[in-house]
């Protein structure tokens, strides 16, 4: 791995001499020494060689060094705030009709719901992440090269639903094979299926259970299908099942989207902070007494009703 601009730089610049008749344009030449690392440890271990070194470099003829002036600067500047602060590059684009949006000209998936509307995306050196308002809809690694495009199986499962046709030859069920999603368990549910069924039928049940993995683990699916196969059943029922009676059995929870327990509010113990009363606890505690007043009368407002109103002038 080679990072250019991470060492000073310690080259030449050569310019020729401008009494030369023969060089008329002036041209410079610099070489910069660039590290080659094999891993980013290895780089940080440069990094902080190369600090050190500058440190005890003085510059010019001043008398303290770089880092004894860093030491009496040091105390005068401001904390670094506490929040993280965001260095991803945002972009707005509009999904397009195969459900993909363009950034940095690659091509990246998002579910097919969102076709023909604006998306927000944040871009970091290694990530994209897609937002329809607030809401994460989207995840992939960053490609690197122009042209390339991610497209993941799980976006496109709704049209697959009425398209089942599709997706033998589709480009996203390529990359998740490549990727290891789409496993030889699903291909063997996905044989048998069609032979029990027909072929359009045999997908649509394929489909439906590619659904599965949006609400349960993945290694519970697997256990799933590879039951659903022993069993000689393509229902999506029996996967589910299977899937849930693998995640019992590992202790784990039957689904992925299972809400988890509210945390606790954390309460606080110092003295000089103002402390919040909730009012519900203090009714359970001490209730309110009875309302002992008498009913209102509205003899007074029925007297309202026979006034005759005044003509304007």
Known sequence: ??????????????????????NKKSTSRSSVNTPTVQTLEELNLRLGQFEEREAGRRIGSRIR???????????????LPADPFETAMTFYPRVDRYSRITVKMCSYSVPARFIDRKVTVHLTGDTLVVFEGRREIA?????????????????????????????DRSE?????CAEGTFTAAH????AMAKQQLD????????????LLHRHQQHADVIAGLRAAVKLGTCSEDVVALEARKAAQAAGRAPTVTASPAAPKQPTSTDPQLPQVSHLTSRRLAKPLPDDVRPLPRLEQWDELLHLHRKESP
């Not at 791995?1 to 310690?10: I, V």
């Not at 060094?65 to 904390?79: K, M, R, S, V, Y």
């Not at 495009?149 to 046709?165: I, M, N």
């Not at 359009?200 to 259970?209: E, K, N, P, S």
């Open 187 to 190: 291909e063997a549910f996905w």
């Open 1 to 22: 791995m080679e990072h250019p601009h991470l060492q000073p730089w310690t080259g030449t610049v050569t310019t020729p001499p401008p009494t030369c008749p023969k």
């Open 199 to 210: 072929e359009d039928d045999g997908t649509t049940a394929l489909v439906r259970v590619l």
């Open 172 to 176: 996203a069920l390529h990359q998740a």
């Open 139 to 167: 995840r992939h690694a960053r490609l690197a090269g122009r042209g390339l495009e991610h497209l993941v199986l799980d976006h496109y499962l709704e049209v697959l639903l009425r398209k089942p046709g599709a997706l």
């Open 65 to 79: 060094t770089i880092g004894q002036d860093f030491a009496q600067e040091a105390p005068h500047l401001l904390p």
